[in-house]
């Protein structure tokens, strides 16, 4: 039955598309009719009834879709549009909005957090503005000394968010007619903020010549005077007189930085107790440095800087300072102590204390990679300066040339600029130096610059930041053959772990091997948890073929400072005249993670890989 319906369906296609004027559905209930047709007249006739009444109500709903459609492009598409436009509208004016008041949002705190000083025009009479002295002239002036004090001030209070009053910030204000964002802006900082605001006025006297007067919120007025030659004198001092009432913390540390250490003593003395309960702790801190360079007590100086913590228990390059009194006072170990101290208190390393407030401890552990990256980081991260007492160049060379890295220590005292201010430059440079010509072998030009130093050494601003430092200078004279000058160095120097182990490698020279046991047995129990003098005992004891406790003083150095590449060099070095090649090797390698431009290293390594393969 199937087969013949859609057998009659198919013979009938023919016809529909050889040109049929029926719909395709009227084609196709004929088809079906005609087909039952032949097999029943009547059912026939139905389902034709049937199919014509489909067909019609069909074309009834198509005519009803099609009238709805055009009645919903007339009257409903512009509404649609129009509900779409304000919707669109409304969610801009949202925006808009949230945008403004996510900018007022930013206004308000920085208006709270506002720390500037604002210059604003000074006065002057006409007789001296039509000479060029306007009141905007004399402010930009005092501006141009505020910023030049800013520049020359090596601190690291600006990482403590102290120094926002002596950031790029400075500037000119000039009142505008009109309310615009800047105003509205000022206005918020003025109602909500700290800034310092200065004025003043230039006159004419009958007897000075020229009296220049300053004054703000929180600044008392001061006159300075002088002849009419001398306005640069005056705005010198009158942006002097600003930076010390405005930022004191600061101001003492631009003093000590220009070696006016005196001037810093009296002014910290001075203004701590009058002072912000913020700044005290760096006056102090300030204070106790300008003591140290003056050649002042470091028992005085120690208790200035444990004050300052006691104040501000997070001021960390007041821990910093403690463990370099600590060293001067011979108690190296107390100093490594400390460091242990301010590491918990900082919540571990890296924590909340900086990389660089670690160097005394990284100094004091041979921890050179660590000490370099601190170093290098905070000079790229204050113009090139950094925040040290001294110049960041000679301190790169420093650690460099422990590094055993020639070149790279050559560049850094080379590219060094020079300041007169800074007596450090020129004593650490000869230290550089030295150390540098004694690793060549060059033993008299090692003596020449360490002689030099010992010189330098003795301004008590390079002696209180370089604690131990003249130690070195007897093995220079030693290798000179200068033995008298290298006892009396060793006699002077103090209590030192590298003037202990020094003097034990000195007694091993001169064939005194029991006295050089007992040297650095002394060494090691000045400070038993620093690696140098374990170190140099080990190195002693590989000279002496007692290879079983060299390589255990060897391993001690390298548990108490494992990042130093020169014991693990030590140790591979006794492991070769042993035969334990492989182990050697081990030994090399992690050697030239910590100093990887140490050409002696790269050679002796070279050579046992060769004779391995």
């Given at each position: 039955m199937a087969e013949g319906l859609l057998g009659g369906i198919i013979d009938r296609e023919a016809e529909e598309k050889a040109g049929s004027t029926k719909s395709g559905s009227e084609a196709f209930a004929a088809a079906v009719a005609a087909n039952i047709g032949t097999q029943s007249p009547e059912v026939a006739a139905e389902t034709a009834a049937f199919f014509r009444e489909q067909t019609q109500l069909v074309k009834a709903q198509r005519k009803s879709v099609e009238a709805e459609h055009e009645y919903f492009k007339q009257e409903w598409g512009p509404r649609l549009l129009g509900t779409r436009l304000r919707t669109g509208f409304q969610i801009f004016v949202a925006l808009a909005a949230t945008v403004v008041g996510i900018g007022v949002a930013i206004m308000i705190r920085d208006a709270v957090s506002s720390r500037r000083v604002v210059i604003e025009p000074f006065d002057a009479p006409p007789a001296l503005a039509a000479q060029g002295l306007t009141g905007k002239v004399i402010a930009g002036a005092v501006l141009d000394e505020l910023s030049h004090l800013q520049d020359a001030t090596r601190s690291s209070s600006a990482a403590r968010g102290l120094s926002g009053a002596w950031t790029s910030n400075l500037k000119l204000d000039v009142p505008e007619a009109g309310i615009s964002i800047g105003e509205i802006s000022r206005l918020l900082r003025e109602r909500f903020g700290h800034d310092v605001h200065i004025d003043g006025n230039l006159i004419e006297t009958p007897t000075a010549g020229l009296a220049l007067t300053v004054r703000g919120n929180g600044v008392a007025p001061k006159t300075f005077t002088g002849s009419t030659s001398e306005l640069k004198k005056l705005t010198v001092e009158a942006a002097e007189y600003v930076y010390s009432q405005s930022q004191p913390a600061r101001w003492a540390t631009y003093l000590s930085n220009v070696e006016r250490n005196e001037e810093a003593i009296a002014f910290c003395r001075g203004a701590v107790a009058s002072a912000d309960p913020a700044e005290r702790p760096r006056l102090l801190n300030i204070w106790a440095i300008a003591l140290q360079s003056t050649g002042g007590s470091p028992s005085e100086a120690l208790s200035l800087f444990r004050a300052s913590v006691k104040l501000q228990p997070d001021l960390w390059t007041a821990h910093t300072n403690i463990q370099n009194d600590l060293m001067l006072l011979g108690d190296e170990e107390g100093a490594w102590r400390a460091g242990e101290d301010m590491r918990t208190a900082a919540g571990g390393r890296p924590g909340r204390a900086r990389e660089f407030d670690y160097q005394n401890w990284d100094y004091l552990t041979w921890n050179l990679q660590a000490w370099l990256g601190a170093v290098v980081a905070d000079a790229e991260a204050n113009a090139g300066a950094g925040t040290s007492t001294g110049a960041v160049g000679p301190s790169i060379a420093?650690?460099?040339?422990?590094?055993?890295?020639?070149?790279?220590?050559?560049?850094?005292?080379?590219?060094?600029?020079?300041?007169?201010?800074?007596?450090?430059?020129?004593?650490?440079?000869?230290?550089?130096?030295?150390?540098?010509?004694?690793?060549?072998?060059?033993?008299?030009?090692?003596?020449?610059?360490?002689?030099?130093?010992?010189?330098?050494?003795?301004?008590?601003?390079?002696?209180?930041?370089?604690?131990?430092?003249?130690?070195?200078?007897?093995?220079?004279?030693?290798?000179?053959?200068?033995?008298?000058?290298?006892?009396?160095?060793?006699?002077?120097?103090?209590?030192?772990?590298?003037?202990?182990?020094?003097?034990?490698?000195?007694?091993?020279?001169?064939?005194?091997?029991?006295?050089?046991?007992?040297?650095?047995?002394e060494a090691v129990a000045l400070a038993p948890d620093l690696p140098a003098a374990y170190y140099s005992w080990g190195v002693a004891l590989a000279k002496h073929a007692d290879v079983a406790a060299a390589e255990a003083k060897l391993k001690a150095a390298n548990q108490r400072g494992p990042h130093w590449a020169d014991p693990l060099k030590a140790w591979g070095d006794v492991l070769v005249k042993q035969g334990h090649t492989k182990e050697a090797l081990v030994k090399y390698n992690a050697a030239l993670e910590y100093a990887p431009d140490w050409k002696q290293l790269k050679q002796a390594r070279e050579a046992l890989a060769k004779q391995k393969s």
């Amino acid at each position: 039955m199937a087969e013949g319906l859609l057998g009659g369906i198919i013979d009938r296609e023919a016809e529909e598309k050889a040109g049929s004027t029926k719909s395709g559905s009227e084609a196709f209930a004929a088809a079906v009719a005609a087909n039952i047709g032949t097999q029943s007249p009547e059912v026939a006739a139905e389902t034709a009834a049937f199919f014509r009444e489909q067909t019609q109500l069909v074309k009834a709903q198509r005519k009803s879709v099609e009238a709805e459609h055009e009645y919903f492009k007339q009257e409903w598409g512009p509404r649609l549009l129009g509900t779409r436009l304000r919707t669109g509208f409304q969610i801009f004016v949202a925006l808009a909005a949230t945008v403004v008041g996510i900018g007022v949002a930013i206004m308000i705190r920085d208006a709270v957090s506002s720390r500037r000083v604002v210059i604003e025009p000074f006065d002057a009479p006409p007789a001296l503005a039509a000479q060029g002295l306007t009141g905007k002239v004399i402010a930009g002036a005092v501006l141009d000394e505020l910023s030049h004090l800013q520049d020359a001030t090596r601190s690291s209070s600006a990482a403590r968010g102290l120094s926002g009053a002596w950031t790029s910030n400075l500037k000119l204000d000039v009142p505008e007619a009109g309310i615009s964002i800047g105003e509205i802006s000022r206005l918020l900082r003025e109602r909500f903020g700290h800034d310092v605001h200065i004025d003043g006025n230039l006159i004419e006297t009958p007897t000075a010549g020229l009296a220049l007067t300053v004054r703000g919120n929180g600044v008392a007025p001061k006159t300075f005077t002088g002849s009419t030659s001398e306005l640069k004198k005056l705005t010198v001092e009158a942006a002097e007189y600003v930076y010390s009432q405005s930022q004191p913390a600061r101001w003492a540390t631009y003093l000590s930085n220009v070696e006016r250490n005196e001037e810093a003593i009296a002014f910290c003395r001075g203004a701590v107790a009058s002072a912000d309960p913020a700044e005290r702790p760096r006056l102090l801190n300030i204070w106790a440095i300008a003591l140290q360079s003056t050649g002042g007590s470091p028992s005085e100086a120690l208790s200035l800087f444990r004050a300052s913590v006691k104040l501000q228990p997070d001021l960390w390059t007041a821990h910093t300072n403690i463990q370099n009194d600590l060293m001067l006072l011979g108690d190296e170990e107390g100093a490594w102590r400390a460091g242990e101290d301010m590491r918990t208190a900082a919540g571990g390393r890296p924590g909340r204390a900086r990389e660089f407030d670690y160097q005394n401890w990284d100094y004091l552990t041979w921890n050179l990679q660590a000490w370099l990256g601190a170093v290098v980081a905070d000079a790229e991260a204050n113009a090139g300066a950094g925040t040290s007492t001294g110049a960041v160049g000679p301190s790169i060379a420093d650690i460099q040339s422990r590094l055993h890295d020639s070149e790279a220590a050559d560049l850094a005292l080379k590219t060094t600029r020079d300041d007169p201010h800074d007596p450090s430059i020129a004593a650490t440079t000869h230290f550089v130096r030295g150390r540098l010509a004694a690793e060549a072998g060059d033993v008299s030009s090692a003596a020449m610059q360490m002689e030099a130093f010992g010189v330098a050494y003795a301004d008590p601003a390079v002696s209180s930041n370089n604690p131990g430092y003249n130690c070195w200078i007897a093995p220079a004279e030693e290798a000179a053959g200068n033995p008298a000058k290298a006892d009396a160095v060793l006699k002077a120097a103090g209590a030192f772990v590298d003037c202990y182990r020094f003097r034990a490698d000195i007694l091993d020279a001169r064939g005194d091997w029991p006295g050089a046991q007992k040297a650095y047995a002394e060494a090691v129990a000045l400070a038993p948890d620093l690696p140098a003098a374990y170190y140099s005992w080990g190195v002693a004891l590989a000279k002496h073929a007692d290879v079983a406790a060299a390589e255990a003083k060897l391993k001690a150095a390298n548990q108490r400072g494992p990042h130093w590449a020169d014991p693990l060099k030590a140790w591979g070095d006794v492991l070769v005249k042993q035969g334990h090649t492989k182990e050697a090797l081990v030994k090399y390698n992690a050697a030239l993670e910590y100093a990887p431009d140490w050409k002696q290293l790269k050679q002796a390594r070279e050579a046992l890989a060769k004779q391995k393969s």
